[in-house]
Structure formats: C-alpha cells, structure tokens
C-alpha cells in the first residue's frame, strides 16, 4: 500500500535541513525518488487466482492472469498481491545467495572500480526483505541473504569514501560507471549517510520486521547521526 511504501521511506530518510542539498533536494527527497523509482522494476510473481481480463490498476492494465502461471508485473503490484496473498513473488536471480557472493568477490576482486549491479539493487533487495513474504519460510536463506547483501554494499561503500576522499583534495572527474541509484545520492550529497542507514537497518535483528516503531526510531536519532556521517 501507498501508507506502508511511505513508511519504509521515512525509515532511510533524514532530517529536512541537516544535509547538503542538491538541485533543491535533500538526501531524504533523494532516497525517496530512487525507492519509488525502484518500484516500478518489472518482477516475476505466480498468482494465485485467474482473471479472464487485465486488472485495471492506476497505473495502467496487468494481465489476464493465470492461476500458477507465471506473470511479469511492477514491484510495487507485486508487493501489493502478495500482501492479499493473491500472489507470490519469485525472487529475482541476482538476490539468489550465490549470485550474491558472485558480486561481492567480483567487487573485491576490482578495488579500482565498479562492477555491475542492478541500478536500483539496495531498495528492490530491501523491498523483498521487509515488504514481501519472499524469505518467510527460509529464515537461513534470509539471514545468508541479509549478509551477503551487508558485505556487498560494505565493499562498494569503501570505494565510495575513497572517491569522496580524492574529489575533495582533487577535484576532477570521478568514474561513477556502474554505480547504483543510492550509492549516485551518496556522490551527490557528498556524504556516506544514505548507505550508513541501509547498513544500519540490514545490522538491525529485525531486519524483516520492519514497523512503524522502527522508524519512529531511526528518525529520533537521525539529527546526532547526521554531524558524524557528513564528509564535506
């Protein structure tokens, strides 16, 4: 729903005036295009009913669909359906467990720069971890995935700080080839903070579990974090 997609905002976004704006946008409006943006990431789900017509969404028509027939529509329909348990959400391919340490050795393997991920790869991965009931009934594969992810994103947020470093004692151009959409935000606030509050909620027990007390949390302490997170 529109109400829990805002929620999950609120829980990477920060204080309006504390950091450095871009084009008249803050990290929290940042982060909050790339989510939505990543909402409309074509996956794969099986629905669980059949329709002889297309679905009239918003958004435009879905469908016919067949029940246990594979189907391709927006992430944010498939959140939805799968909230009605009208569906379920196939994970895709590059969030499998070994395709994920494919990427993070890859990334090792290349500390001059970076290798290619999904551009909306942190906010899809955080959709099926909190938002869907992909990983319910696998608390291993979710708890594997929940790591391999952190590790992924810990390495590439090294480059980022190196990058951020040399830019500030050299300003010329910086390689941003293959870079996702919240790693880009990072660039262009100049500050770590967005990857920091993902990597806080992945460090976070609950991690699947994420509720509206969790988010009243992370924005009580976002002001005192804010001073310590900022580069420039």
């Given at each position: 729903?529109?109400?829990?997609?805002?929620?999950?905002?609120?829980?990477?976004?920060?204080?309006?005036?504390?950091?450095?704006?871009?084009?008249?946008?803050?990290?929290?409006?940042?982060?909050?295009?790339?989510?939505?943006?990543?909402?409309?990431?074509?996956?794969?789900?099986?629905?669980?009913?059949?329709?002889?017509?297309?679905?009239?969404?918003?958004?435009?028509?879905?469908g016919?669909?067949?029940?246990?027939?594979?189907?391709?529509?927006?992430?944010?329909?498939?959140?939805?359906?799968?909230?009605?348990?009208?569906?379920?959400?196939?994970?895709?391919?590059?969030?499998?467990?070994?395709?994920?340490?494919?990427?993070?050795?890859?990334?090792?393997?290349?500390?001059?720069?970076?290798?290619?991920?999904?551009?909306?790869?942190?906010?899809?991965?955080?959709?099926?971890?909190?938002?869907?009931?992909?990983?319910?009934?696998?608390?291993?594969?979710?708890k594997?995935?929940?790591?391999?992810?952190?590790?992924?994103?810990?390495?590439?947020?090294?480059?980022?700080?190196?990058?951020?470093?040399?830019?500030?004692?050299?300003?010329?151009?910086?390689?941003?080839?293959?870079?996702?959409?919240?790693e880009?935000?990072?660039?262009?606030?100049r500050?770590?903070?967005?990857?920091?509050?993902?990597?806080?909620?992945?460090?976070?027990?609950?991690?699947?579990?994420?509720?509206?007390?969790q988010?009243?949390?992370?924005?009580?302490?976002?002001?005192?974090?804010?001073?310590?997170?900022?580069?420039?």
């Amino acid at each position: 729903s529109i109400q829990h997609q805002l929620r999950f905002v609120q829980a990477m976004s920060f204080c309006a005036g504390a950091t450095l704006r871009v084009n008249t946008k803050d990290t929290a409006t940042l982060l909050g295009d790339d989510k939505f943006l990543a909402l409309e990431t074509e996956v794969t789900i099986i629905p669980r009913f059949s329709s002889d017509a297309p679905v009239d969404c918003i958004k435009g028509k879905f469908g016919p669909f067949r029940s246990h027939s594979v189907a391709k529509v927006p992430l944010w329909a498939a959140l939805e359906m799968d909230r009605l348990q009208q569906c379920t959400i196939e994970v895709p391919q590059w969030l499998h467990e070994e395709e994920l340490k494919r990427m993070r050795d890859d990334e090792k393997a290349n500390p001059g720069r970076f290798t290619k991920v999904p551009h909306h790869y942190i906010e899809i991965a955080f959709a099926f971890l909190t938002q869907s009931k992909a990983f319910h009934d696998d608390q291993r594969q979710q708890k594997r995935t929940v790591l391999l992810l952190r590790e992924l994103i810990e390495v590439r947020r090294n480059k980022i700080l190196q990058g951020l470093k040399e830019f500030e004692t050299n300003p010329t151009e910086i390689n941003v080839s293959d870079i996702s959409a919240a790693e880009l935000t990072c660039f262009r606030t100049r500050s770590l903070h967005a990857l920091d509050k993902f990597l806080d909620l992945l460090r976070s027990k609950q991690v699947a579990e994420l509720d509206q007390t969790q988010t009243q949390a992370s924005q009580a302490d976002v002001q005192e974090e804010e001073s310590s997170s900022r580069l420039l």
